[in-house]
């Protein structure tokens, strides 16, 4: 249960809080936009995973929800949900994206024309899952 409200206070809970909070500020901005980081295992449904799938999955659901319900105040909501990501520090090898990578993805999401709504991106290396089981895991 401990593993539980870690995983949900993190993943679910700080990101409502900080949308929550910050709304007043974000309905000033000129060219809002939140960009929450999600996962592409709530896609491929990785065993023994189901609890960082789960609430990987609820985080999207929620930014795709209040999405719709701060269109009228033109914020724009961008989740990015990358699958392998290097963020143990693993030797570099071109099966796993790089911390950088995605930096890069919320760059381009911030900097896209205001007109410009990104929904939801998807990101993986070129080696890495297709569907399925990632190699690492297999």
């Excluded at 799938?53 to 795709?64: F, I, Q, R, S, Y």
């Excluded at 033109?74 to 930096?103: C, H, M």
Aim: hydrophobic fraction near 45%; charge should be neutral; glycine fraction near 2%.
């Amino acid at each position: 249960v401990k593993d539980f409200d870690e995983f949900y206070a993190l993943h679910m809970r700080a990101p409502f809080i900080l949308i929550k909070e910050l709304l007043p500020l974000l309905k000033q901005g000129k060219n809002p936009l939140v960009v929450n980081i999600s996962s592409a295992a709530n896609i491929s449904r990785l065993r023994q995973e189901s609890l960082y799938t789960a609430v990987k999955a609820g985080l999207t659901a929620m930014t795709e929800v209040i999405r719709e319900e701060l269109q009228p105040d033109k914020i724009r909501l961008t989740v990015i949900q990358p699958f392998g990501v290097n963020t143990f520090s693993q030797e570099p090898n071109d099966e796993l994206l790089r911390p950088e990578d995605i930096a890069e993805v919320i760059n381009f999401a911030v900097n896209a024309h205001p007109n410009c709504q990104l929904l939801t991106i998807n990101l993986s290396s070129v080696k890495q899952w297709r569907q399925g089981m990632p190699p690492w895991l297999a």
